[in-house]
């Protein structure tokens, strides 16, 4: 639950060490000695390692243990089935907004091809969980 509430924490202007949000949320949770798990979660959350390699920080990101699959799924899946002000959207509607809104030439860009199979990976491990629950698909 912590993690959902700071993942984009390194968007914070003053926290930004090396751009790149979910590290840079990570690192200031880290510092401030935050659960591993909560600070991991951030550093690794919707696909952060695609990115990162494109952005050569794969060693920096390397730097926090990978979650467990089912709770990076459910982090994944929260963040690209919410838009960014807040309202429910489907993920290929938050896929094309993330790549508008941050642009053709960004390393969410560039990653992209690598990035959206991780992140379609994992909405639909949750859509199938949830499935097995009875409740509804959010994507």
């Known amino acids: 639950?912590?993690?959902?509430?700071?993942?984009?924490?390194?968007?914070a202007p003053a926290l930004q060490t090396t751009g790149f949000h979910p590290l840079d949320g990570a690192?200031?949770?880290?510092a401030r000695q935050w659960p591993m798990a909560v600070a991991a979660l951030v550093a690794h959350h919707s696909g952060a390692a695609e990115v990162a390699a494109v952005r050569g920080l794969v060693g920096a990101v390397a730097g926090f243990p990978p979650p467990a699959l089912a709770v990076g799924d459910a982090l994944t899946y929260a963040d690209q089935t919410v838009g960014p002000?807040?309202?429910s959207v489907?993920?290929?509607?938050?896929?094309?907004d993330m790549l508008r809104r941050h642009g053709p030439d960004s390393a969410n860009a560039i990653a992209h091809a690598r990035r959206e199979p991780v992140l379609r990976a994992a909405?639909?491990?949750?859509?199938?969980?949830?499935?097995?629950?009875?409740?509804p698909s959010y994507s």
């Open 85 to 87: 002000d807040g309202d």
């Open 27 to 30: 690192l200031y949770l880290h």
């Open 123 to 135: 909405v639909n491990r949750v859509d199938r969980r949830l499935a097995a629950l009875g409740q």
């Open 90 to 96: 489907t993920f290929a509607e938050r896929l094309a």
């Open 1 to 11: 639950m912590a993690a959902a509430w700071l993942h984009d924490i390194g968007y």
